[in-house]
C-alpha cells in the first residue's frame, strides 16, 4: 500500500529540518573560524609601535628601520651603542616626551604646549645618538629629524619570539613561544599523568570489577566530568599549590606542575570512559580463546585485550590532551601564568586559554594586543582541530581494521 | 581409571539450575558426543572441564570433576595449568588479530616458553597435526583473519594442538562451516582420537554417528541416555532418546 501523501510530505518537512539543522552547526562553525582569523590577521600589518606614537632619530643617522625587539632592548638601555643596530659608533640617548620639561622652560614650550612640536624638532636635531619616542601628532611637517619605521612583526617572529609583553612602550613584544610551551608543558604533563592512571582504571572496570562496584564507580566518574571547571581550580590552588610548595620547598605553588596535576584529574573521566568502552569491545571469544590456552587473565589483558583496543585507548589519550589543551579557568588559578620560557615543571608558566581570558578585557578592540589574542586563538582552535582530525582519522581506520 | 570422571555435577546460573546430577566417566583416547536439542545445558557441561564457566559470575557448581583422577575444582588448582592440559576449540573459529605463527605459538608464549627453535618446530608440527600445514606453509606471517573460515578453525586447532594438551574439548566445531571444511574437520577428529582424548559437542546427529565412539544425550540439563554410539544410535533404550535421534523433536 502507498504512504499517504501527508505522511510523505511529514517525512520531507523533517528530513529538511534535519539538515537545515546541518548545515546550521557547520555555518557557525565556519563562522568562528573565519571571525577568528580576521580580527586577528590585521596584526601582521601593523607596527608594533604604541599607536599614535613613533620613534624619531637625528637626520644624521643612517638607520631607517628597527626590529621591535631591539627597540625593547634599547630603551631597556641593554644596547646603548647604536653601533649595535648597524648604526655609526655613537651611544644611544632615550628620549621621552616628559625629558622636554628638563631642557625646556614651561614659557619657551608654551602655554598650550603650541611651541612643543618645534622643540622637540630641535631637540632631536641637536643631539646625534638621540632616539626619541613621542606623540606622532607632534611630528610637523617641519620636523628637522627623520622618523624611523619599525619592522612589522612576522609571523615567525610571533611564533618564535621569546618574549610576551604585549603592552610594553615603546614597542610591544609579541613572541608567544613561551605560551605555546606553556601550554605544551602542561598538557603533555597532564596526559603522562593521567594516561597511565585512567588506563589503569578503565582497564579495572572493564576486565576485574563486577558490577557492583563497576554500578559505584561508574556515577563517580561521570560525577567528575561534570564538576565546573572552576571548582578545580579551587581545590588546586587551596589544596594542590600548598602542596606542591611543601614537598618541593618552592617560593610559590603555582607551577605547571599544578596546572599538569588538575588537568590530570578533570581529563580523568574522558580518558576512562572512552578507553574503557574500548577495551569493552574486546570480543569475548577472543578472551576465552586466550584463557584456554592457559594465559593468566593478566596476560590476556595486555597480548590480547589491550592490542585489540589500541585504537581506542589512542582516542582517549589524544581526546585527554585535546581536554587539557583547551582548559581555561582552572589553568588559570593554579599555574602562576608567568609568560617567559619554561624550563622545568616546577616554574609558572602560562597557556594559551589563560592568556586569552586575562588578557582579552583590557585590550583596546581591534589594538595590536588584541589581534595577537585572536591570533592565538586561532592557534589553539588549529591544535584542537589537529587533535579531532587525528582522533577521526584513528576511529576510521580501526573501523576498516576490523572488518 | 577414566580419563574424565564426573560425579554428581550441578551447576547453577544464580538460581538457574541448568546441569543436574552428571554423573559419567569418559575413556582415554576416545572421541564423546555430547548431544540434545539447544539450551540443555551441552556447552555449559564441555565447559566444567577447563573451568571456563568460572568466567561468568554468580556461576555456583557442586559435585567432583576429575581429570586424570585429580579433582579439578578442589581448592588451590592451577587453573591455567589444567587448561595447558584441558584445550578448547570453539563454535565460531575465534583466531586472534595476530599472524597465523603468532596465533599457533600464542599458547606456548603465553606458558614461558622463549626457546625459538622449539616454538617453531612445534608450529610447524601443529599446523601439520590440524592439516593446515600445506595450506598455510608460505604465509605464516599473513593475519590470520586472511584464511577461510574452515581454515580458521583448523588454525583454532593447530592452536590449541600446540601446547600439547591431552584432552581437547569441542565446541559445535563445525556449525559454522561448509560441508568440505565439516568433513575436514571430521576426519581430523579421527586422527587426533589417536593421541587426545576428544569431547565433542554436536547438534548433527550424522557428525555425532561419524566421529564418536561414545554418545551422552542430555535434556534440560539432564543426562537422558549415555552409552556407545553405536548403540544409542542403533537400540536406545529410552524412547526420548530414539525421538530425538530420528528427528521427531528438538
Ligand atoms: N551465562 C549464562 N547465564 C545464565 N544462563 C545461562 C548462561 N549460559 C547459558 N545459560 C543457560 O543455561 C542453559 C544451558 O545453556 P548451554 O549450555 O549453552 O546450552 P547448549 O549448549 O546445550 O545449547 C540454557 O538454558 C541457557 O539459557
Ligand atoms: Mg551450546
Known amino acids: 500500500m502507498p504512504k499517504p501523501f501527508y505522511k510523505k510530505l511529514f517525512e520531507k518537512i523533517i528530513e529538511g529540518i534535519l539538515a537545515l539543522s546541518g548545515s546550521i552547526t557547520s555555518l557557525a562553525v565556519l563562522l568562528i573560524v573565519i571571525f577568528l582569523f580576521k580580527e586577528g590577521l590585521g596584526l601582521f600589518n601593523r607596527s608594533p609601535i604604541s599607536e599614535g606614537y613613533v620613534l624619531a632619530v637625528n637626520k644624521s643617522n643612517p638607520i631607517s628601520k628597527i626590529d621591535a625587539n631591539l627597540v625593547k632592548q634599547i630603551f631597556d638601555q641593554e644596547i646603548t651603542n647604536w653601533e649595535k643596530v648597524g648604526g655609526k659608533k655613537d651611544s644611544i640617548i632615550l628620549f621621552h616626551l616628559d625629558d622636554i620639561n628638563s631642557i625646556y622652560t614651561e614659557a619657551q614650550i608654551g602655554e598650550n604646549l603650541e611651541n612643543l612640536p618645534t622643540c622637540i624638532s630641535n631637540v632631536v636635531d641637536s643631539i646625534g645618538g638621540i632616539v626619541a619616542f613621542v606623540p606622532k601628532s607632534y611630528i610637523k611637517s617641519d620636523f628637522k629629524g627623520k622618523v624611523i619605521e619599525p619592522v612589522n612583526i612576522t609571523p615567525k617572529e610571533f611564533l618564535l619570539g621569546k618574549e610576551w609583553y604585549p603592552t610594553a612602550e615603546p614597542s610591544a613584544q609579541m613572541g608567544i613561544l613561551p605560551i605555546l610551551l606553556g601550554t605544551l608543558w602542561v598538557s603533555l604533563g597532564a596526559i603522562l599523568l593521567s594516561l597511565p592512571l585512567g588506563l589503569a582504571v578503565a582497564i579495572y572496570m572493564a576486565e576485574i570489577a563486577n558490577a557492583r562496584v563497576r554500578n559505584i564507580f561508574k556515577p563517580i566518574i561521570e560525577l567528575l566530568a561534570g564538576i565546573p571547571s572552576v571548582i578545580y581550580g579551587f581545590f588546586g590552588l587551596v589544596v594542590i599549590v600548598p602542596l606542591i610548595q611543601t614537598v618541593f620547598n618552592l617560593p610559590v605553588g603555582e607551577t605547571a606542575l599544578a596546572g599538569s596535576i588538575i588537568l590530570a584529574i578533570m581529563a580523568l573521566p574522558t580518558i576512562i570512559t572512552i578507553a574503557e568502552d574500548s577495551l569493552r569491545t574486546t570480543p569475548r571469544s577472543m578472551k576465552e580463546a586466550s584463557l584456554a590456552l592457559g594465559a593468566s587473565r593478566w596476560q590476556t589483558i595486555y597480548r590480547i585485550v589491550i592490542p585489540y583496543s589500541i585504537s581506542g585507548i589512542t582516542a582517549a589519550a589524544i581526546l585527554g590532551i585535546g581536554r587539557a589543551i583547551g582548559e581555561t579557568m582552572a589553568v588559570l588559578m593554579v599555574t602562576g601564568n608567568a609568560a617567559v620560557m619554561p624550563h622545568s615543571f616546577l616554574e609558572p608558566v602560562r597557556t594559551i586559554p589563560a592568556t586569552i581570558a586575562a588578557e582579552l578585557g583590557e585590550s583596546p578592540k581591534d589594538g595590536l594586543h588584541y589581534q595577537a589574542l585572536f591570533i592565538l586563538g586561532s592557534i589553539l582552535f588549529i591544535m584542537t582541530l589537529i587533535i579531532n582530525l587525528t582522533v577521526e582519522y584513528i576511529s576510521s581506520r580501526n573501523k576498516l581494521g576490523k572488518r | ?250
Not at chain 2, 555435577?9 to 546441569?19: I, K, R, V
Not at chain 2, 592440559?85 to 596465533?103: A, H, L, T
Not at chain 2, 603465553?110 to 606453509?137: C, F, R
Not at chain 2, 554417528?209 to 543426562?223: H, I, K, M
Open chain 2, 1 to 250: 581409571m577414566a580419563k574424565i570422571e564426573t560425579l554428581d555435577a550441578n551447576l547453577f546460573y544464580g538460581d538457574f539450575h541448568a546441569l543436574k546430577n552428571i554423573s559419567m566417566q569418559m575413556e582415554e583416547n576416545t572421541v564423546t558426543a555430547l548431544i540434545g536439542p539447544s539450551g540443555c545445558g551441552k556447552s555449559t557441561y564441555l565447559r566444567l572441564f577447563n573451568r571456563m564457566n568460572d568466567l561468568i559470575d554468580s556461576t555456583r557448581i557442586t559435585g567432583q570433576i576429575l581429570v586424570d583422577g585429580e579433582d579439578i575444582y578442589r581448592k588451590n588448582i592451577n587453573v591455567d595449568e589444567l587448561r595447558i592440559k584441558v584445550g578448547m576449540v570453539f563454535q565460531k573459529p575465534n583466531p586472534f588479530p595476530k599472524s597465523i605463527f603468532e596465533n599457533v605459538a600464542y599458547g606456548l608464549r603465553v606458558n614461558g616458553e622463549k626457546n625459538k627453535s622449539y616454538i617453531e618446530d612445534k608450529v610447524v608440527q601443529s599446523l601439520k597435526q590440524s592439516a593446515l600445514w600445506n595450506e598455510v606453509s608460505d604465509k605464516l606471517t599473513k593475519s590470520a583473519f586472511e584464511l577461510s573460515g574452515g581454515q580458521q578453525q583448523r588454525l583454532c586447532i593447530a592452536r590449541a594442538l600446540a601446547i600439547s594438551p591431552s584432552v581437547i574439548l569441542m565446541d559445535e566445531p563445525a556449525s559454522a562451516l561448509d560441508p568440505l571444511s565439516t568433513a575436514k574437520i571430521e576426519e581430523l577428529i579421527h586422527e587426533l582420537k589417536k593421541e587426545y582424548t576428544i569431547v565433542i559437542v554436536t547438534h548433527n546427529m550424522q557428525q555425532a554417528s561419524r566421529v564418536s565412539d561414545y554418545t551422552a544425550f542430555f535434556y534440560l540439563g539432564e543426562l537422558v541416555e549415555y552409552g556407545q554410539t553405536v548403540e544409542i544410535f542403533t537400540k536406545p533404550k529410552l524412547k526420548h532418546t530414539e525421538n530425538y535421534i530420528t528427528g521427531r523433536f528438538g
